[in-house]
Every structure is written in structure tokens, then in C-alpha cells.
């Protein structure tokens, strides 16, 4: 998968999961914990779905804050060059 | 920097079930915190409210609160009304040696003590659509039952004051960073060493707890720590989940909230250790 293809289906679960959000409000660097599109309850699945996406386990206990701030941040963090999401 | 012996202060009386008496100047001491957090908050003209002490279960519930800290909770207990049950409580033992109670038949406990000061306004301004943003305080008895208490530190009852800010992201926002900035200069100018840190909600069992989770990725405490220990306040972002929990609305949309939180008896030990308990050598602004 490349990076657009990545970010694509990372946009369309958020939409999907959040049910409320029109398509234009949500953008690259859109903070989706802080205006709460992903809820508590959903953080877990958007962490099994990273896993599934990127075909390898994230090591929950040792995430730093911040890592999941955006869809640009968690491309980067989980995706490019920093697979373990790691600060 | 002194190390105080809390239980040898003139004027002060620790009670094993985790509560503090004041007199003299120490009494004195708490009302001149609390006036300095209340002139804060009238600064931004927030409004002042006196709550009761109970908070109905139904509306904590809204918040998911029984989930996230059972270990938390204390309950207002009373025996139910039947005389028989009664007349069988006031007959009876009653209670042990070391003070437990046994209960008959109690009533049904639609209730909890105050956990927290700010809830109170959650559920205040429910169903509100509000103009502008809303600045609001008050002070609160609260009550929190933890494994061991220690004087004027951990407590199970214990004096907080608020400062609460409801609107959007970006007034709520704004709200908190105004204040982080007024108390750093505060603690500067009266030389008490604080850090501020991030910091998580003491959730039940947090390893299993998604909120928990969430709060470690997306840091939204922020603690007044004295002395690398001791968190005698801390600002905290509640995003809108108040606001969608209680139906306030600004501009359309779940309402944002935070606010700022002062525990008046962590104050009280940080000053005390700090300066020492002669009033002489408080900060000017506290005598």
C-alpha cells in the first residue's frame, strides 16, 4: 500500500466508525481524539485496524502521546519509517 | 525547604478517617487560598455557585462514572423507614469494637457524595444552548475513598475550588492556557517550586480501560506538582465529552469544557513544608 492508498482507508474507517462527520470536515490534519471523532470506546479498534492495515502488532503499553493525533501523524508514525510508533 | 511535621501544627487536628480540622491561623490560611483562587475567577467574571454535597447516581451514570472509579465512590447510606427495621437497628449492637457498623435494611441509595467539584455544572446547564462562553466556580466539599490516608495529602474528604470554562475548542482552550500562564508567573513570584506535568484520571483497573488509553495518547491533565510529588492542582481539557454527555451545545455543537482545579489542603501542606508554619514567612499575598 502506498501513502495515499494508506491515508484513503484510514479516512473511510474514521468516517465509518464516527458516523456523524460530512466527508470535507475530516482532513489530513484534522485531530480526531481532541475533537473526539475517535471516541474512547473506538481506540482499540482503530488500533486493531492499524495493526490489520500495516500487517503487524503495535506495542500498545509503549505509545507516546500524541501518535494517533491526526491521519497525517499516524501515517507517519505507523506507517513511514517509524513502524513502532514510538516518539 | 522545610519539612514539616503535620501532626505537631498548632490549630490543626488530623481524623483517622482521613479528614483535617482547622482553626486560628491555619483556618485563616484555607479562607485567604480560597479568596485568591475566587479573585482569579472573578477576574474572568466567572459566576460563583454553592452546591449541595450529593450528586444523583442517574446523572453520574451519564458520565460512566461508576465504570471509571468504583474504588472512588462514596455512597450516602440510610436505613430504610420501617419501623420494624428500625426498632431492629436501634435494638441491635449496632457496631464493633473498631466502629463497623451493621446496617439492616437500608434504603435505596440514589446518591453519592461529591467527587468532584465541576460535575455539579455539567448538569446545571444541561439541555443548554449556549450564546457565549460560560465561566462558572464554585468550592466543594469532595470525597474520595482511597486505600490509605495521610494528613492534609490524601484525604477522604477534601476542599476543592474550580474554575470552569464551557464553549468551543478554542475558548476552552484559550481559558487554559491563560491560566497555566498566570499560575506559572504566581508560583514564580512566590517561589514555590512546581512542575507542571501530564498527568492521567485515577481510572479503576486503567490497563482495561480504553479512556485510560486515550488519555495517555492525548494528554488532557496537566498537574500543578509541588515538590515532585504532590499535585496540589491541575488543568484539565475535557474536550466535549461534558458536553455531549449533558446536551450542551455552543455554536451548534457539543459544548467543550475544562477547567481549573485547586485542592485547598495540598495547598495548605505545600505552603506549610515550604515557608514553614509561622505566618511571618508566608508570601505577603497569603498573610
Redesign the interface.
Known amino acids: 500500500m502506498n501513502e495515499q492508498e494508506v491515508k484513503l482507508s484510514l479516512r473511510k474507517w474514521i468516517i465509518e466508525k464516527n458516523g456523524k462527520i460530512q466527508s470535507e470536515d475530516l482532513k489530513p490534519d484534522t485531530p480526531i481524539i481532541e475533537q473526539r471523532i475517535i471516541s474512547s470506546l473506538q481506540i482499540m479498534d482503530l488500533i486493531l485496524f492499524l495493526e490489520k492495515l500495516r500487517g503487524n502488532a503495535i506495542d500498545v503499553e509503549n505509545l507516546k502521546p500524541g501518535v494517533f493525533r491526526t491521519i497525517d501523524i499516524i501515517y507517519s508514525n505507523f506507517f513511514k519509517g517509524n513502524p513502532n510508533g514510538k516518539n | 525547604m522545610g519539612r514539616i511535621k503535620v501532626m505537631e501544627l498548632k490549630d490543626y487536628r488530623w481524623m483517622s478517617n482521613g479528614q483535617s480540622v482547622f482553626s486560628g491561623p491555619l483556618l485563616q490560611l484555607f479562607f485567604r487560598l480560597d479568596e485568591l483562587f475566587l479573585n482569579w475567577a472573578k477576574e474572568i467574571k466567572a459566576k460563583e455557585f454553592l452546591f449541595p454535597t450529593f450528586v444523583p447516581t442517574l446523572e453520574l451514570k451519564k458520565l460512566d462514572y461508576f465504570h471509571s472509579f468504583p474504588h472512588l465512590i462514596t455512597f450516602p447510606v440510610t436505613l430504610d423507614q420501617d419501623e420494624e427495621n428500625l426498632k431492629r437497628f436501634s435494638g441491635s449492637k449496632m457496631c464493633n469494637a473498631d466502629g463497623a457498623i451493621h446496617l439492616t435494611k437500608t434504603s435505596p441509595i440514589k446518591s453519592v457524595l461529591n467527587p468532584a467539584a465541576c460535575y455539579h455544572f455539567y448538569m446545571e446547564f444541561q439541555n443548554n444552548k449556549l450564546e457565549g462562553p460560560l465561566y462558572l466556580t464554585t468550592r466543594a466539599a469532595c470525597f474520595r475513598q482511597e486505600k490509605q490516608y495521610i494528613p492534609l495529602q490524601r484525604q477522604w474528604h477534601f476542599s476543592m475550588r474550580e474554575i470552569v470554562c464551557l464553549g468551543t ?1 478554542d475558548e476552552v482552550k484559550s481559558f487554559l492556557s491563560k491560566f497555566q500562564t498566570q499560575l506559572e508567573s504566581f508560583f514564580k513570584a512566590i517561589q514555590l517550586p512546581i512542575q507542571f506535568q ?1 498527568a492521567t484520571d485515577p481510572f479503576f483497573n486503567p490497563s482495561r480501560n ?2 485510560y ?2 488519555q ?4 488532557v491533565k496537566t498537574e500543578m506538582v509541588y515538590d515532585g510529588h504532590l499535585a496540589i492542582g491541575s488543568l484539565n481539557f475535557h ?3 461534558f458536553g ?1 454527555a449533558f446536551q450542551i451545545s455552543r455554536n451548534g455543537e ?1 459544548a467543550f469544557s475544562g477547567c481549573v482545579a485547586f485542592g485547598l489542603e495540598r495547598w495548605i501542606y505545600a505552603l506549610l513544608n515550604q515557608f514553614g508554619s509561622d505566618e511571618p514567612d508566608w508570601p505577603e499575598v497569603l498573610k
Do not use: M, S
Open positions: 475548542a501530564n480504553p479512556k488509553l486515550l495517555k495518547l492525548d494528554p474536550r466535549n465529552y455531549e457539543d
